[in-house]
């Protein structure tokens, strides 16, 4: 493959870049870390009329038909400005899910608002004992005429205080199935969580909740290996906001060594320096190449699963060792809540652990090894 950019590609890159740094720097995203509803509604709609919100739609569905390397471009330019917001878990996460797993009425109905920022939309697939697990899932789905009656808990819920509609899977005669829940239906009880990297997770709990059997995402019983793909996509999608990070971070550290003199001269003079950044600067550059080649591979429609794995696994890793080693170049200063470097290694923490750690993905590499 060539993993140079498009023209095209450059342009969205430079022009994310541009807008991102002017509405939203590091500030804001330090400031919606405490504000309740977790980001700025007039920002989410200034991305809207960008085509942001629907790149990779279909253009029938409200979006611009870009391709999903097209978005991972997009996505490492909102890791590098820690854009904060449901655009990842929205348009991203359960984006993907409707329209993968959606009927033609569903896709019609939810894609277009998305792409607008009209509705936002979360998905609740973990369970306190599951994990990613989904043969793990307590949540029952049970008939009831027309209806779905769904009881169970669902963690770390992302952004599930602003969502107009949740998309949730739960235990079925006929196996797992997926369904998309209007948030304000009675039976919904939300309970914030205090995470490391302060974003808008939350705890679900359904009472009862009635569900329309027309709200299944695509067949029902099927949702285990329906989802299993899509969870793969998102997580070379979560690599590639990574990898922006991890280059902020190191540029960061770059600027810093340069400027900071000790014994007269630049503290990036000295070779151990050198080799901490130099070993940062390795670890950027394997993630880029991995999550590129995965991204490639999925617009392409070639068989993904094994680049997908291996590319969360190496990148959750890299991204924690580059903000480490950030943190001991620069020093004690970077250790303070005014300093940009902490927001970092706390979002490379967090990134690690959505849609799977290293060992997640390092066994399902093994699966794919041993077939």
């Not at 899932?137 to 819920?157: C, E, M």
């Not at 770059?254 to 003199?261: A, G, L, P």
């Not at 394997?286 to 068989?303: D, H, M, N, R, V």
């Amino acid at each position: 493959m060539d993993y140079s950019l498009s023209e095209q590609q450059e342009m969205l890159k430079k022009s994310a870049r541009d807008f991102l740094s002017s509405e939203s720097p590091k500030s804001l995203a330090r400031q919606m870390a405490t504000d309740e509803r977790g980001f700025p509604p007039q920002l989410y709609i200034k991305m809207a009329n960008l085509g942001w919100l629907g790149l990779n739609f279909p253009e029938k569905y409200g979006g611009t038909g870009a391709s999903f390397l097209d978005l991972v471009v997009l996505l490492e330019e909102t890791g590098r400005a820690c854009l904060p917001g449901p655009f990842f878990t929205s348009s991203v996460l359960s984006g993907m899910t409707i329209l993968e797993l959606g009927s033609e009425s569903q896709k019609r109905e939810l894609l277009p608002e998305i792409a607008s920022g009209q509705i936002i939309v979360t998905l609740a697939n973990i369970e306190p004992e599951s994990g990613y697990n989904p043969n793990k899932l307590k949540t029952k789905a049970t008939p009831n005429g027309n209806n779905y009656s769904i009881s169970g808990n669902k963690i770390l819920v992302p952004y599930a205080h602003v969502a107009n509609y949740c998309i949730c899977t739960a235990q079925t005669n006929a196996g797992i199935s997926i369904s998309v829940i209007d948030s304000s239906t009675s039976g919904i009880k939300l309970t914030p969580l205090k995470t490391i990297a302060a974003d808008k997770q939350f705890e679900i709990v359904f009472n009862k909740v009635m569900v329309p059997k027309k709200n299944i995402l695509g067949k029902e019983g099927e949702g285990n290996a329906q989802l299993q793909q899509i969870m793969l996509k998102a997580a070379v999608a979560k690599c590639a906001e990574m990898v922006g990070g991890a280059q902020q971070v190191l540029e960061m550290t770059v600027e810093y060594v340069k400027e900071r003199k000790q014994f007269s001269v630049p503290v990036g003079s000295f070779q151990a320096i050198q080799h901490h950044c130099a070993n940062m600067l390795t670890d950027i550059d394997t993630s880029i190449f991995l999550t590129y080649q995965a991204a490639w591979k999925i617009s392409e429609g070639i068989p993904f699963a094994k680049d997908a794995s291996i590319a969360k696994a190496w990148v959750s890793d890299a991204y924690k060792r580059a903000t480490k080693l950030g943190h001991q170049c620069i020093g004690g200063v970077s250790l303070i809540e005014d300093h940009d470097m902490p927001f970092f290694s706390r979002r490379a923490k967090a990134a690690e652990l959505i849609l799977g750690d290293a060992d997640y993905h390092r066994e399902l590499i093994a699966q794919e090894l041993a077939l």
